[in-house]
């Protein structure tokens, strides 16, 4: 596992559950972010949560 908290390659192969699209790391906030599905996925223990009931809704939540 890189520093980061995500194995990079890992990151390369894991897309959206919803929309099949990519996914952007936001290592401050331990999530993966779809900005096409306007999700956010957890990482938990450096283990991504792909479940779409336990994502974070971004226009529930403004930054």
Do not use: W
């Amino acid at each position: 596992m890189s520093k980061a908290g995500i194995d990079p390659k890992l990151l390369e192969i894991l897309v959206c559950p919803l929309t099949k699209g990519p996914l952007r790391y936001d290592a401050q906030r331990q999530e993966l972010v779809s900005e096409k599905a306007r999700l956010a996925y957890p990482i938990r223990d450096g283990i991504p949560i792909m479940l779409i009931d336990e994502a974070r809704n971004l226009d529930e939540d403004p930054r």
